[in-house]
């Protein structure tokens, strides 16, 4: 695999990417390697008879870094007002594109 902006980089295999459904993650009966403890942390992170068993050190570190985060009450914080913009941007857009398209209309039926 090679970068598209600078070609003469070659991507090796340590680059992996998989995209999965967590909806369907656990119909996968992926429970082992590093994917199944990857899939293990986004769908059950607050269990932690489940997070106990984890062994993968990336899963561990990022375990490790969402409960240093959930306990910071700043940053809990942060994060709900960054997901509270986020929602309201995507309403304001909304609205614009059926402005939008309610003025198309209106000026369609005027020629």
Known sequence: MRDAARPM??????LQLN???LRKAD??????GALGAWIALFEHWQEEDIMAQIVEPPVRAALEKLKTLSADA???????????????ERSLLKDA???????GRAEALRT
């Open 27 to 32: 119909r996968l009966q992926q429970t082992g």
């Open 19 to 21: 995209v999965i459904e």
């Open 9 to 14: 980089v070659t991507l090796g295999q340590e």
């Open 97 to 103: 594109r059926e402005e939008g398209r309610e003025e």
């Open 74 to 88: 700043e940053a809990r914080r942060l994060a709900f007002v960054r997901e509270r913009a986020l929602r309201d």
